[in-house]
Nanobody, 122 residues
């Protein structure tokens, strides 16, 4: 059963840091690009970042560039999102997803994690 299990979410104060993990199983993880997507309260899905299968090419939304770092450890079948200098507007449910999906429908990603809450507040 191909799936992702996300962990590492929680609550943090503005300016703080948090690392999300997305553990993959049931498929050849290294063969796929991966994406982080988030959905804030009352908002639609927002593309955050993506990475190629080997981890050598990474791209970020302007809203998180310079603060978030995406990485992967293919030996551990795990994707990471290191979030620093967090802001209240980063509050959202964060999803890891298989593939590259920057379109409105996010159809480019065919497998999604369960989502994990990140809350940034004083």
């Amino acid at each position: 059963q191909a799936q992702f299990v996300e962990s590492g979410g929680g609550s943090v104060q503005p300016g703080g840091s948090l690392r999300l993990s997305c553990a993959a199983s049931g498929f050849i993880f290294s063969a796929y690009s991966m994406t982080w997507v988030r959905q804030g309260p009352g908002k639609g899905l927002e593309w955050v970042s993506d990475i190629n299968g080997g981890g050598g090419s990474r791209f970020y939304a302007d809203s998180v560039k310079g603060r978030f770092t995406m990485s992967r450890d293919n030996a551990k079948n795990t994707l990471y999102l290191q979030m620093s200098d967090l802001k209240p507007e980063d509050t959202a449910v964060y999803f890891c997803a298989r593939g590259v999906c920057r379109r409105n429908t996010f159809d480019g990603c065919d497998l999604w994690g369960q989502g994990i809450q990140v809350t940034v507040s004083s």
